[in-house]
């Protein structure tokens, strides 16, 4: 079993930067891959950003050049830094992790970008 904890999440203004963390209650080693995923209000869940053990890294072209995943191995902890919000960003962002061929999934951190 796999927990997730999200964190960081909160109300920014346009052009403003959150930095969102996922803490994992086991061994980040153990993990597969790792993402973040996002949805907002009457929208699809969408994938953002992901994360493989081994290292690679992708990013929904949306959010290239402006968020940056990344993990501290030490933490078990991983991260999405967002940069230049804009009011699209808006949604509930959730840390979603793939052990063994298991998904598990965060409850998710709400991120407002408005003035």
């Known amino acids: 079993q796999v927990q997730l904890v999200e964190s960081g999440g909160g109300l920014v203004q346009p052009g403003g930067s959150l930095r969102l963390s996922c803490a994992v209650s086991?061994?980040?080693?153990?993990?597969?891959?790792m993402g973040w995923y996002r949805q907002a209000p009457g929208k699809q869940r969408e994938l953002v950003a992901t994360i493989t053990r081994g290292g690679g890294i992708a990013y929904e072209d949306s959010v290239k050049g402006r968020f940056t995943i990344s993990r501290d191995n030490t933490k078990n902890t991983m991260y999405l830094q967002m940069n230049t919000l804009k009011p699209d960003d808006t949604a509930v962002y959730y840390c979603y992790a793939d052990r063994i061929g298991l998904g598990y999934w965060g409850t998710g951190t709400l991120v407002t970008v408005s003035s």
């Open positions: 086991v061994s980040i080693f153990s993990i597969n891959a």
